[in-house]
C-alpha cells in the first residue's frame, strides 16, 4: 500500500521567513495530494491540494510543488507569520477512500 | 462550507466502558471515517463508511466497531475501552468528488 514520509518533524523559523516541508509517497497511481493544516485543539483543516496533472500550485502565500517522477510534494510558505505556527500533514490518495497521511510537521514561527 | 461536527471534545472514561463517539456532518457526503492521532504516528485510519449500513475496515480497526443507520451520523463504539485507547479521535467526511476529506475539530478521550 500507500506510504507516506514527512520530512522534517520539527521545524523552526523567523518571522518573515520562509518554511519548506518535503513528502514523499511510495505508490506511483497516487494522483491527489491535500495539505492540511492543523492548530492547537482543532481539527486539520484543508490549506491547499494538487492533483497529478499540475506540477505546482500558488494560493497566496502558500504554494505546493510536485514530481512525480520523484515522487515527491512539498509545501512551501513564505513571509512566514506567527500564526502559521501550527502542524502540517501532508497526504497522498488515488482518488478513493485510501489517504494516507504523513506523520506531521510541527512549525513554530518565531516573532 | 462544510460542517463536521463531533459530539464531545474531551471525555475521560474508565477501563471497561463502552463507549460512544458521534460524528455529524451536513453536506450529504456518501463517505465518512474514523481516525485516532497519536504523536509521531500521524492519523491512521480505523474505520470508514461509503454509504449507509456500510463499513470497511482501516488499519487499526482491532477494539473498535462503528455504526452509520444515518448518511449524516457516523458513530464510533469502543466495546471495552482499554488505556491504549486513550487518544485523539477525528472523524472526516468526503463527497463522491473531490477527494477532498474534511475534518471535525476532535475528541481528546482519556481512559483511566
Known amino acids: 500500500g500507500e506510504n507516506v514520509e514527512q520530512h522534517p518533524s520539527t521545524l523552526s523559523v523567523q518571522e518573515g521567513d520562509s518554511a519548506v516541508i518535503k513528502c514523499t509517497y511510495s505508490?506511483?497511481?497516487?494522483?491527489?495530494f491535500p495539505w492540511y493544516k492543523q492548530e492547537l485543539g482543532k481539527g486539520p483543516q484543508l490549506i491547499i491540494d494538487?492533483?497529478?496533472?499540475?506540477g505546482e500550485k500558488k494560493d497566496q502565500r502558500i504554494a505546493v510543488t510536485l514530481n512525480k517522477t520523484a515522487k515527491h510534494f512539498s509545501l512551501h510558505i513564505t513571509e512566514t507569520q506567527p500564526e502559521d505556527s501550527a502542524v502540517y500533514f501532508c497526504?497522498?490518495?488515488?482518488?478513493?477512500?485510501?489517504?494516507?497521511f504523513g506523520a506531521g510537521t510541527r512549525l513554530t514561527v518565531k516573532p | 462550507d462544510v460542517k463536521v461536527t463531533q459530539s464531545s471534545r474531551y471525555l475521560v472514561k474508565r477501563t471497561g466502558e463502552k463507549v460512544f463517539l458521534e460524528c455529524v456532518q451536513d453536506?450529504?457526503?456518501?463517505?465518512m471515517f474514523w481516525y485516532r492521532q497519536d504523536p509521531g504516528l500521524g492519523l491512521r485510519l480505523i474505520y470508514f463508511?461509503?454509504?449507509?449500513?456500510?463499513?470497511e475496515k482501516g488499519d487499526i480497526p482491532e477494539g473498535y466497531s462503528v455504526s452509520r443507520e444515518k448518511k449524516e451520523r457516523f458513530s464510533l463504539i469502543l466495546e471495552s475501552a482499554s488505556t491504549n485507547q486513550t487518544s485523539m479521535y477525528l472523524c472526516?467526511?468526503?463527497?463522491?468528488?473531490?477527494?477532498?476529506?474534511?475534518f471535525g475539530p476532535g475528541t481528546r478521550l482519556t481512559v483511566l
Open positions: 472526516a467526511s468526503r463527497g463522491r468528488l473531490p477527494d477532498t476529506q474534511y
Open positions: 497526504a497522498a490518495s488515488k482518488g478513493n477512500n485510501d489517504m494516507r
Open positions: 463508511s461509503y454509504d449507509v449500513k456500510m463499513k
Open positions: 494538487i492533483r497529478s496533472n499540475v
Open positions: 505508490d506511483s497511481a497516487s494522483n491527489y
Open positions: 453536506m450529504d457526503h456518501e463517505n
